[in-house]
């Protein structure tokens, strides 16, 4: 009896061990005044993610930062700790109760308590970073954030075009979902749009998907050892884009030597230092200046719901920039500039 | 090697489909040698985590044991191996700490089943939920490791014609190595008398103790054994397979291993062909990927491994038997 007792005391406590990483609320800003005329404050809910992620939650609260000091408002942040619609309402409900003016999810996985909140709060803009949002169902206080990702790719894509010395290039990716599928297929018109420059016929870029749905994101085992088959198959540039799997691939890259990488979403030379032996650029979306740009817009009174398109770009070479020739340099730079102007389709639907 | 593929039946499906990957590979060198030993080699690097990670399953399981804390074992000392190794700039004391780690989770896990009979599922599920949630936690990104273990040919091996590029060419030392530690545990099982009490326990805890073998002390020391090659995986995954720590790493493979241990029928090198050919498959959907297969839609070539795995697993049910006395508490009858 004594034996089961305190078997299960210890399975309790380990049990609570491990769940105990509670929501935590940034309570640093000040929000008591929050709903008096002439005060602006942001709150940003994350999904499962923490602000420090160098990712997705961070670049939206460094976003929803900026935007509160260019209009002289205050921003806070609820990390939430389930991926549950239950827990992602409760945490906008907590800004909401304070009277927040602009509440900030980030993630498609909050697309659902979002569209729910925003119809029960209709006072109060929303921001849904990464939600392509169904605007026939949506409240005009909605705003969608999303990214043409196919543009950003398609510029690391002709920049791969230029630094492939056998003419292989390939893409290790996560899930074929429309935001991976868009980065993949950029990436391989643009390196066909440097061939075609450059006179040369190159085989197609190769875009190896990870099968499941599960771990699509967060199996670097998989990223790393499908870049392994490519290099030893004379690939020598490889975009690897998919979160953990893709990481993994950037890290086994930075192995072999004087091959390129290309890393994702946000400049990955700091969020994966590992590669920094082979990493020449990210693909890049804007994501704090998207969010940014929909505060102060609040701001001014033009704040639109519906889908907003925020910028994309591509990251710095940093200690790479001696590998990539001065020319070369200035291509992307011009093509770039082309394509962020509309000026240059990329061809991807 | 007759346990391995039983008596060399024509009729048996194991000598037909050792064959029938033998042609295929055969076939395949001739026609391109440069991309076959490239898929073999990719599908031993998909093999060998899982491989071993099924060990740890086999380890405890011949010895009564169930472990479903598989998954939970690698995740954490995948995340100690690799914060050590980063704090002390030090790969070898970042795989001994993971090694460590490995053990004493397990030493946890044998804690809970053996000395305070717990059900033995739950204890698993508690190790998994306690390494995704510590890990998940404390995780930091940003670390990095100063080097990771480094991958090289062997020498002279690496040039056998046919195999030398496909298993002793550019990979690290913890898959060279896990090429002589899965034959060990496959004789120290069937081979030596530690072996025969470990099973012996397994099967008749009872008669085992009338015997004169300590149940308790054989299972503690195989399900601590165990652990000690899951922290193995883990430092394998971080430190030399990726080189980096990532939340949630393992993405399944501690299940999968698992899976892999009863299609193996709990037969170290049975487990070990079984996780080559699931990484074989994989890498040959990869492979497909890259050959720009246009006529078959994506989704469908990344099934392949699992459609695969699905029919070989059809074909040779019916015949599992584990270890008789698996998952059952055992309490020793008072006089």
């Given amino acids: 009896m004594k034996k089961s007792l305190v078997a299960g005391a210890t399975a309790v406590a380990l049990a609570v061990l491990g769940f105990a990483a509670p929501a935590s609320m940034a309570a640093t800003n000040d929000d008591s005044k929050c709903g008096t005329a002439g005060v602006t404050c942001i709150g940003v809910v994350t999904d499962i993610g923490h602000v420090t992620d160098k990712s997705f939650n961070q670049a939206a609260w460094e976003g929803a930062q900026a935007g509160a000091k260019a209009v002289g408002g205050i921003a806070n942040y609820i990390e939430s700790n389930a991926a549950t619609d239950t827990e992602y309402g409760n945490n906008i409900d907590l800004f909401a109760a304070k009277h927040y003016n602009v509440i900030v999810t980030v993630g498609f996985l909050e697309a659902n308590a979002t569209v729910a909140a925003a119809a029960k709060y209709p006072d109060i803009k929303f921001i849904g970073v990464d939600q392509f949002l169904d605007t026939t169902k949506t409240t005009p206080n909605l705003a969608g954030l999303n990214w043409h990702e196919d543009q950003a790719g398609f510029i690391v894509g002709y920049l791969a075009g230029y630094l492939t010395k056998t003419g292989k290039t390939g893409a290790v990716v996560g899930m074929n979902i429309p935001p991976v599928y868009r980065y993949a297929a950029g990436f391989q018109n ?3 749009y440097a061939a075609k420059e450059l006179k040369k016929k190159y085989p197609v870029t190769k875009i190896i998907y990870h099968p499941a749905a599960d771990n699509a994101f967060s199996d670097p085992a998989f990223g790393a050892s499908n870049s392994a088959q490519l290099l030893s198959q004379g690939y020598d540039v490889i975009f690897a884009a998919g979160g953990g799997t893709g990481n993994g691939g950037l890290a086994r890259i930075a192995k072999a030597k004087g091959k390129f990488c290309i890393g994702v979403d946000v400049d990955q030379w700091n969020t994966v230092p590992e590669a920094q032996a082979c990493l020449v650029t990210s693909a890049e979306k804007l994501i704090g200046a998207g969010v940014t740009d929909l505060v102060k817009s609040y701001k001014a009174g033009t704040f639109a719901g519906g889908n907003v398109y925020g910028k994309v770009g591509f990251a710095p070479y940093h200690a790479l920039s001696s590998k990539v020739p001065a020319a070369v340099q200035a291509k992307v730079a011009a093509v770039a500039k082309k394509i962020l102007a509309g000026s240059l389709s990329t061809g991807v639907k | 090697m007759q346990r391995v593929f039983g008596s060399i039946n024509i009729k048996s499906w194991k000598f037909l489909l050792t064959a029938a990957v033998l042609i295929v590979w055969i076939y395949c060198y001739v026609a391109n040698g440069d991309v076959t030993n490239s898929v073999v080699a990719s599908g031993m690097r998909f ?33 100690t191996g690799f914060y050590v190794a980063s704090y002390t700039k030090n790969i070898i004391i970042g795989l001994i700490i993971a090694i460590l780690t490995g053990m004493l989770t397990s030493f946890v896990h044998a804690l809970m089943t053996i000395q305070w009979q717990m059900d033995q599922i739950i204890a698993g599920t508690i ?27 062997i020498p002279i091996l690496s040039r056998i ?24 545990i496959w004789v120290l099982i069937y081979k030596t008398r530690w072996g025969l009490r470990t099973r012996s326990v397994g099967e008749n805890p009872g008669s085992a ?9 054989v299972r503690m020391i195989n399900v601590v054994l165990g652990g000690a090659i899951g922290g193995l995986v883990g430092g394998f995954i971080c430190l030399e397979l990726v080189g980096s720590f990532s939340k949630e790493f393992t993405a399944g493979a501690g299940f999968t291993a698992l899976a892999l241990m009863i299609f193996g029928r709990w037969n170290p090198m049975g487990a070990f062909a079984a996780a080559i050919l699931f990484g074989l498959a994989q890498a040959l959907s990869t492979q497909l990927q890259i050959f720009g297969v246009n006529n078959i839609p994506n989704q469908f070539i990344t099934l392949l491994p699992y459609v695969f795995t699905i029919l070989v697993l059809v074909f040779s049910a019916g015949k599992v038997r584990p270890p008789a006395a698996e998952g059952k508490v055992y309490k020793k009858e008072e006089a």
């Fill in chain 2, 161 to 184: 014609p046919f195999i030398g590029h496909a298993f002793f060419s550019q990979q690290g030392p913890i898959q060279y190595f896990g090429l002589i530690l899965i034959p060990a």
């Fill in chain 1, 190 to 192: 643009g390196v066909a």
């Fill in chain 2, 47 to 79: 093999g060998m985590p899982l491989a071993l990670a099924s060990m740890v399953g086999i380890m405890c399981e011949r010895s009564g044991i169930v472990n479903i804390g598989i998954e939970g074992t690698m995740l954490l000392s995948g995340f």
């Fill in chain 2, 209 to 217: 103790d009338t015997a004169g073998i300590s149940v308790i002390k």
């Fill in chain 2, 127 to 153: 190790i998994n939920i306690l390494a995704s949630g510590l890990t998940s936690f404390l995780y930091k990104e940003g670390s990095t490791v100063p080097n990771t273990w480094p991958i090289f040919d």
